[in-house]
């Protein structure tokens, strides 16, 4: 199984960070479905440092979460660095860096993406060793993209960049920033990656299935893969068995998802966010359309609850 730094996993399959998803109840879902390893949802630097609350909420975590990751983003490595020390004192194992969120409004401030464009590679190489002196003792990973373009395919070279910089491990997402999440991820980028360093690489884009993960393993020669859309409203992508087909068979995990939103969430939050996340969970269901439809319409959470169990049989 997969190390990375010192931090064991107990499964090669990761869930990657999603933003409005991957709360605590759900990273605890996902890890209890079988995922090795969750990532909290991408925070921002300026906003740890700065206090927000709505920031420090997306830190809250349990014992039984580890190990678990904080995905930080920004693009002043005084302020990235300022943020990662705040991280590293709490009970977080990996600190993971955003260099692939392809969001215009993350890139015009120049993170995300924009750090893999090529006049700002200085910046990006920066940016990480501020977070790797920063961090104490916790290993720090880098999510990157192949590169900005079709013109401009760096991820060897980045990741080169990465592992001098003191990265433990990496994430390549194999698409690059003008893809977006459109066209296929090319897996011999995520070869190539594999083949130019010699720290862990986690292989993302286009797993949609357990299957697809242990192929993209098996093909590239990646140490793990990260799931990212496919895990939402699915967390048994985690699990051989696969997506139970009747909402009788997906009632239990729901369920369990939301008695930890009930446990964990803010309560002024709670009834959006468990509609959010049961939208997905009905996907692919016969009358899963005309269902979400009654779920957003449902005033409460006991509404909620009832028309679930009604409509599970």
């Avoid at 995300?112 to 920063?134: Q, Y």
Wanted: aromatic share 6%.
């Amino acid at each position: 199984m997969p190390k990375i730094g010192p931090v064991q996993l107990s499964t090669p399959f990761i869930l990657a960070p999603l933003a409005g998803y991957t709360d605590l109840p759900f990273r605890l879902v996902c890890r209890e479905a079988g995922a090795g390893l969750a990532v909290s949802e991408m925070i921002s630097c300026h906003g740890l440092n700065y206090g927000q609350p709505q920031t420090i909420s997306m830190l809250k975590s349990l014992p039984e979460e580890r190990p678990w990751a904080v995905q930080l983003f920004g693009a002043e490595p005084e302020s990235m660095g300022r943020a990662t020390a705040t991280v590293a004192a709490m009970a977080v194992d990996i600190i993971d860096i955003n260099m692939g969120c392809p969001v215009p409004k993350v890139v015009k401030k120049g993170a995300g993406s924009a750090l893999m464009k090529l006049e700002n590679l200085g910046t990006a190489e920066a940016v990480i060793r501020a977070v790797v002196r920063n961090a104490a003792d916790k290993p720090v990973t880098v999510k990157f993209r192949s590169g900005w373009d079709e013109k401009s395919v760096i991820a060897p070279d980045f990741a080169r960049m990465c592992e001098a910089a003191g990265a433990a491990a990496l994430t390549i997402h194999a698409r690059t920033r003008s893809q977006q999440f459109g066209g296929k991820a090319d897996r011999q980028i995520i070869a190539s990656v594999k083949q130019a360093v010699s720290i862990p690489v986690i292989g993302n884009g286009d797993i949609c299935s357990y299957g697809d993960g242990l192929a993209m393993m098996a093909e590239t020669g990646c140490d793990a893969v990260m799931i990212g859309r496919a895990a939402l409203g699915n967390p048994w992508i985690f699990q051989p068995s696969g997506l139970p087909d009747t909402l009788a068979g997906r009632l239990p995990v729901i369920l369990r998802y939301i008695e930890l939103a009930i446990q964990h969430l803010d309560a002024a939050r709670l009834l959006f966010r468990i509609k959010h996340h049961l939208c997905r969970f009905l996907s692919g269901l016969a009358g899963a359309a005309a269902l979400r439809q009654e779920i957003i319409v449902c005033v409460n959470l006991a509404e909620v609850m009832r028309l679930l169990q009604e409509r599970a049989g």
